[in-house]
């Protein structure tokens, strides 16, 4: 019997083990193509020598995609629509799991069917509500878009997580005379911290990384963007594979910092925001 096991556990390992490679290979590959030239990297795609090393693509990145500008505006985009993603579906959250009203219950389900509809349905409504607005080529476009895309899911998070908070702490606050948004604001919000990042890494990466979005709504040369700008790199004659990596490390830099910084609040607020409730 423990044969057998040792034997099952070996190749569950195994599997683990030959997943993990196929997935860190194209990381590799495009981490190390970041600096190598584009002859070496077609002739030598998943090695570096000292040799080949060099540093020339990243200043042709940079001033290629217009770093600085993308950044800034990535940057506004992604942190204002995590703001009012977070506060408006904490408040729905809040809403939902504590207080007993059937219009809400009845919300709740709209917003969990609105999980499965496809963004690509939604394009071109989308761009001619932008357009009537008179927001197209505004930041203000993608910022309402990612917003309100991504509140289905952290209001199902938010929700989840809030019905797992003991009522005790819910009954304490009123009695001390706090009203319904104290109790949220003073009790409930508090305790979000890990709900809060998790939205931020599962959300924000998405927002970070759109490309679509911004390249409809946005001008590649007014209101650049990071993902619009490396897409520049390859074209039907040419492909700049070196160029782009580079890019492609500078513009992934930031998640992975925002990543490392949170990451001990990611599982629980996952786990906690999916399972409870």
């Known amino acids: 019997m423990k044969k057998r096991e040792g034997i099952k556990k070996f190749f569950e390992e195994f599997i683990l083990v030959i997943c993990t490679i196929l ?3 194209p990381i590799y590959y495009f981490v190390i193509g970041a600096f190598k030239t584009r002859k070496m990297i077609l002739q030598n795609p998943l090695l570096l020598t000292k040799e080949m090393f060099t540093l020339d693509n990243f200043p042709r990145a940079i001033k290629a995609i217009r770093y600085w500008p993308a950044l800034k505006n990535t940057a506004i985009i992604t942190i204002v629509s995590l703001v009012m993603l977070i506060v408006v579906a904490s408040l729905a959250g809040f809403a939902i799991a504590r207080i007993k009203n059937k219009f809400f219950e009845r919300y709740y389900s709209l917003l969990v069917t609105c999980m499965v509809v496809p963004f690509v349905a939604c394009v071109i409504p989308l761009v001619v509500e ?3 607005l008179g927001i197209h080529g505004k930041l203000i476009g993608p ?23 003991s009522g005790e702490l819910e009954d304490a606050a009123y ?5 319904t948004f104290g109790v949220y604001w003073r009790i409930f919000l508090p305790l979000l911290a890990p709900v809060i990042a998790s939205c931020c890494i599962v959300s924000g990466v998405g927002i970070w990384n759109d490309y679509f979005v911004c390249n409809t709504l946005l001008s590649v040369t007014r209101t650049p963007t990071l993902m619009v700008g490396i897409y520049s790199f390859f074209g039907e004659k040419v492909n700049e594979y070196g160029h782009a990596f580079a890019g492609v490390l500078l513009t992934s830099a930031p998640m992975v910092v925002l990543f490392l910084c949170l990451q001990k609040y990611f599982i629980k607020g996952i786990t906690a925001g999916s399972v409870k409730g």
Request: aromatic share 14%; with cysteine.
């Open 175 to 179: 009695i001390d005379g706090c009203s």
């Open 130 to 132: 932008v357009k009537t």
């Open 23 to 25: 997935i860190l290979t």
């Open 143 to 165: 910022i309402l878009i990612q917003a309100g895309w991504n509140i289905p899911f952290a209001t199902f998070l938010f929700t989840g997580f809030m019905k797992g908070i």
